[in-house]
Nanobody, 124 residues
């Protein structure tokens, strides 16, 4: 069992930055690939970026490369999402998720644990 707690969400203006953190606790959290997902109102949950147990990073497409950066600190059981140049369309609830796999995938049904989410709102 792994518990995930996100923090760092808030309201910012377009062009600003936010850093989200996810702290994992429980049994062997470092054995899990970690992913950040988001869900905007009325839309499906969307994969943002993931990091594998060895540090390999997975993006889905190029839309978030260059603006969103993920990192993990296994000593602190923490995964961080640095979001720069935020846009109003980035407004969503952001979730941290753990997948028992060496590499993060972008299929939500493969993830074993999810955090409660943190709201990010970007105003124009």
């Amino acid at each position: 069992q792994v518990q995930l707690v996100e923090s760092g969400g808030g309201m910012v203006q377009a062009g600003e930055s936010l850093r989200l953190s996810c702290v994992a606790s429980g049994r062997n959290p470092n054995r899990y690939a970690m992913g950040w997902w988001r869900q905007a109102a009325g839309k499906e949950r969307e994969f943002v970026v993931g990091v594998g147990t060895g540090g390999d990073i997975t993006y889905r497409g190029d839309s978030m490369k260059g603006r969103f950066t993920i990192s993990r600190d296994n000593a602190k059981n923490t995964v961080t999402l640095q979001m720069n140049s935020l846009k109003p369309e980035d407004t969503a609830v952001y979730y941290c998720a753990a997948e028992m796999s060496p590499q993060a995938s972008y299929y939500a049904n493969l993830y074993d644990y999810w955090g409660q989410g943190t709201q990010v709102t970007v105003s124009s």
